[in-house]
């Protein structure tokens, strides 16, 4: 699952182009668990993750996180977790011998720092495109 957030004007999405490279045309996508993170980084609430904000509350949330970063940024990191099982037993009750690895990946202050310069480069070039809010869902 993921979240996208965009640029809008009203209830119309906005293009905004030469968004950061790995990002789509309109915004800037993330895992839930890093839309989450960045959220409560900006201060902004991230419950449902389904909001919109205005531009210039979006940019109130980019200062509000760039200048409490060192202190809060740890608050919103996770180490890597991964988990091997041995063996493990289908529907029919048959045991299978192959091993399963998952991996929830973590995110450290470097990451969730590109990604509050990533939803900053996204705020200013929708601001520029004339976009009236960021929304996500």
Do not use: K
Not at 37 to 43: H, M, V, W
């Amino acid at each position: 699952m993921s979240v996208t957030f965009i640029a809008v004007r009203g209830s119309v999405v906005v293009d905004v182009p030469e968004l950061p490279i790995g990002d789509i045309v309109t915004g800037v996508n993330l895992s839930n668990t890093n839309a989450w993170a960045l959220l409560g980084l900006l201060g902004l609430d991230g419950r449902g993750l389904l909001g919109q904000v205005t531009i210039a509350e979006a940019r109130r949330a980019v200062m509000y996180a760039r200048a409490t970063f060192e202190r809060r940024a740890s608050g919103y990191t996770r180490e890597t977790v991964t988990e091997r099982t041995m063996w493990r037993a289908d529907a029919s009750g048959v045991v299978r011998l192959r091993p399963i690895t998952m991996i929830a990946h973590g995110l450290d202050a470097d990451a969730l720092g590109e990604r509050l310069g990533r939803f900053a480069v996204l705020v200013e070039r929708a601001a520029a495109g004339g976009a009236t809010g960021i929304a996500w869902a």
